[in-house]
């Protein structure tokens, strides 16, 4: 399984590599730069300022320094916060949406699965059609509405928790379960209708059949065969919530690092943009093998390749 | 099962906000964004210059009415013409870690913000400085051939290019501030960062934590009495609405009201709003039809009532055709086009204009909320005035400022904010040398005035200069139509006293005190 996991994490350097050169050419192809600014600045000034950053070099030679700088772990300044370099703000950020978003990751998939296997036991029954409104609710409802319902109900009227802010553990509860929801609300029905179907098996009627209790036909049969659905899901998901999220850190005034998918690229900030993109194309790249080495052992049939 | 759950419910309960509001002594404002850097040769942006207008001063500072007063200088005298400059600094001033005052720092700092290497976006405000703009550019290597000199520790002397006679003005502004060489070699780009950054203002920086919070602590060896605020706090609360709720608790003092909340606490005691220094126009393309025709250009701008943009946008806006804001020194009230709808339809009927004809006119703004409703109802405006059609189109921020400077479409909204209280700020924009003039309008007349302007220390012939080249742009030629000026809308708190807002949001909070 060690051989597997090295194996994968190769593999994973040339998809990073391509990541970067598309994000790195994308962003030169957006109109406006860095330094359009509403007082224009004389000519004199944006040539000192294109030399300081390597922006007078061609292209493709901007784009050699700035690999060879990645490979050092050099993600160059950033072109917005003068003075800091890209990797240190990600390393000051990255951090904070890590906890949230671990927080979120947790309640979206034990809520998920629980709600899910509910109403799937429960299948036709009130609960069942409740819980199964409630998951839709949760898919449509926008999280910047969300997020200010929480707060408006649970921070101002009740005082509860804090409306927002990062003080401390409280402070993460109304937005780990703004980020939660949506996808536990998928979770919830991906669980219900995979255990669904589960259900109905042949092997499941075998274990019933040989007296298991249901109890057991649940928890070992049909849960942990109906719970590949949601892990095949659980591997993106992973990079989106621990990479924080813009309207979330936004409404609940987090210093995360979700802000500068957004922000970055309104400031047209390239190093910064191209840091957050290779942070999240390398969480994605781990929690896909992750996700394969976690099918194995949910599914014996499942072999993983290059394991002894 | 049951008892989990009680427990749950009192661990939630019991962790609730804390105390995070402000005892006495301690003012927490929210400053929306982190400040993109400390380094005063560097910053550019709103937020960084309220954090340095309070960790720094500069040779002169800005008093409550904008006026320049003395502060690191306790008098300047000025060469008979006009281009040399004398500071004579405090002999009391010290950093916060005791180092003195020396005349030599604003030497380092000025040639620093001049040389080439640095990069700083703001160099072209020391440009009237004898060969500052040849330095700036590389032309010249040497900084001793800058007309920047110290004269023993407590003397500066300066020689400009040509007579300026607001450049004490210019020295309120957070580039010319001192610096410490010494700092800037031993820690780099960390210098601004807590523990290596030392100040000569009112407070000191404590914390920083980035994107998050900033702490101000007031500064034992400030040269000046020590300010009643023993500390503030700067969050970085993005999202207006939220900082709002904050305010609501408690946790903020002072917060910016979005637009939309405004009316609802315009009775509200603690509500404080004040027109800026902040002028918003439409400008017109003069070098495509049908701009390049001034008759056009003239109807547009009579076709235009500023009383509807205040009750459009409900922010405290202030109708103005002048350029040169209210609150300006040299401001006009009575100049600029006037509505008169009768005679914008002549002026048209006069160019050969039938609207009828006409194909639609495109107008440009960058997409956000306020400059929407501003687009919709000139767009009407005109429509119902002039019976011209106005195809409206909105652009990502850096989009449309790149568009602009590569070509400018027939209409665009562009704003512009004082650097500093002297009309030349404004009025330098529409020179023909400007980068900033978007319009393709360039005038002799405007630039020898404007120019003369600048050299003028007789305030008469100053306002006679500034009238008749504000004639020539608003009312002869029409480049642009001024729109409005905006105005800051507050929420401060009753336990802070002696805040006073000003024209140019510049935060004074040396006085303040937080009961």
């Not at chain 1, 536990?184 to 059949?209: F, G, K, N, P, W």
């Amino acid at each position: 399984m060690i051989l597997f996991f090295f194996k994968r994490l190769l593999q994973g350097i040339p998809v990073l590599f391509m990541v970067a050169t598309m994000t790195f050419v994308l962003l030169r192809f957006l109109p406006g730069g860095p330094f359009d600014r509403e007082k224009t600045l004389p000519p004199e000034i944006l040539r000192n300022i294109e030399a300081r950053y390597h922006l007078d070099e061609s292209v493709p030679e901007q784009f050699i320094r700035y690999l060879s700088g990645v490979l050092r772990g050099d993600f160059g300044p950033s072109y917005k916060y003068t003075g800091r370099d890209v990797s240190d703000i990600l390393t000051d950020s990255f951090p904070i949406s890590l906890q949230l978003g671990s927080l979120a990751l947790m309640i979206a998939s034990f809520g998920g699965v629980a709600i899910g296997l509910t109403a799937a036991v429960r299948h036709g029954s009130v609960l069942d059609r409740g819980l199964m409104l409630l998951s839709v609710a949760g898919m449509s409802v926008p999280s910047f509405v969300l997020g200010a319902l929480l707060v408006l109900s649970f921070g101002l009227s009740l005082g509860w928790l804090p409306a927002a802010l990062w003080e401390g553990p409280s402070y993460a509860v109304l937005p780990a379960l703004t980020l939660a929801a949506l996808p536990m609300a998928y979770i919830a029905q991906l669980t219900r209708s995979s255990v669904l179907e589960v259900m109905h098996l042949d092997y499941v009627r075998t274990a019933r059949a040989k007296g298991l209790s249901e109890r057991a036909v649940r928890w070992r049969h049909v849960l942990r065969n109906a719970l590949l659905a949601v892990v095949t899901y659980l591997g993106p998901l992973v990079a989106v919530l621990l990479t924080g999220s813009f309207v979330v850190e936004q409404i609940f005034a987090i210093p995360g690092m979700g802000r500068f998918f957004v922000t970055a690229v309104t400031n047209r900030d390239y190093p910064l943009v191209l840091g957050a993109t290779l942070v999240y194309a390398c969480l994605i790249i781990l929690a896909n093998i992750v996700v394969d080495i976690l099918y194995a052992f949910l599914d014996p049939r499942i072999r993983l390749d290059g394991a002894r | 099962m049951r008892e989990v759950r009680v427990a749950f419910v009192l661990i939630l309960l019991s962790c609730g906000p804390k105390g995070l509001s402000g005892g006495p002594g301690e003012l927490r404002i929210n400053l929306g964004t982190e400040p993109p850097t400390l380094d005063w040769t560097l910053a550019t942006d709103n937020v960084s210059v309220t954090v340095i207008e309070q960790l720094m001063r500069g040779l002169m500072v800005l008093d409550a009415d904008l006026q320049p007063q003395p502060a690191l200088a306790e008098r300047w005298e000025v060469s008979k013409d006009g281009r040399i400059y004398t500071f004579h600094l405090r002999q009391d001033v010290r950093w916060s870690d005791g180092v003195p005052l020396h005349a030599d720092q604003f030497v380092f700092s000025w040639c620093r913000l001049l040389a080439p290497a640095t990069a700083a976006e703001y160099a072209y405000f020391l440009f009237p400085i004898l060969g500052a703009q040849a330095f700036n550019a590389g032309e010249i290597t040497d900084p001793n051939q800058l007309g920047i000199r110290a004269l023993g520790a407590h003397v500066l002397r300066i020689e400009l290019e040509a007579p300026l006679v607001y450049f004490p003005s210019l020295t309120t502004f957070m580039v010319t501030f001192p610096g410490r060489a010494d700092l800037i070699e031993r820690y780099g780009d960390a210098w601004t960062e807590p523990g290596h950054l030392q100040t000569l203002g009112p407070f000191v920086l404590d914390e920083w934590e980035h994107e998050y919070r900033l702490v101000l602590r007031a500064n034992d060896h400030y040269y000046l009495d020590r300010p009643p605020l023993d500390r503030i706090v700067g969050y970085m609360v993005a999202e207006a609405t939220t900082a709002l709720i904050l305010f609501e608790q408690g946790v903020l003092d002072i917060v910016r009201l979005p637009p939309l909340e405004i009316r609802r606490y315009l009775d509200h005691p603690m509500y404080r709003s004040k027109p800026q220094l902040r002028g918003y126009y439409y400008g017109f393309n003069t070098k495509e039809s049908p701009f390049d025709d001034v008759r056009v250009r003239r109807a547009f701008a009579h076709a235009i009532d500023r009383s509807e943009f205040p009750q459009v946008l409900k922010g405290g806006e202030v109708p103005s055709s002048s350029w040169i804001p209210p609150g300006m020194p040299h401001h006009n009230a009575a100049i600029g086009t006037h509505f008169d709808p009768d005679k914008a339809r002549a002026l048209l009927a006069e160019a050969g204009i039938d609207p009828e004809t006409l194909p639609p006119v495109r107008a440009v703004y960058n997409s956000e909320q306020r400059h929407k409703l501003v687009a919709e109802n000139v767009q009407a405006q005109w429509r119902r005035n002039l019976g011209i059609e106005i195809e409206l189109e909105n652009r990502e921020w850096k989009v449309f400022l790149r568009e602009l400077n590569v070509s400018p479409p027939a209409l665009y909204r562009l704003g512009w904010g004082a650097d500093f209280p002297d009309p030349d700020n404004f009025m330098n924009l529409f020179t023909s040398h400007s980068a900033n003039n978007h319009t393709g309008w360039a005038n002799a007349r405007f630039d020898q005035l404007v120019q003369d302007a600048a050299r003028e220390s007789d305030p008469v012939r100053r306002q006679v200069l500034y009238d008749g080249a504000q004639r020539i742009l608003l009312e002869e030629e029409v480049p642009i139509i001024p729109f409005f000026v905006r105005a800051i809308n507050l929420l401060v708190a009753e336990r802070v006293k002696n805040f006073e807002l000003n024209a140019m949001d510049i935060f004074f909070l040396d006085r303040v005190v937080a009961e």
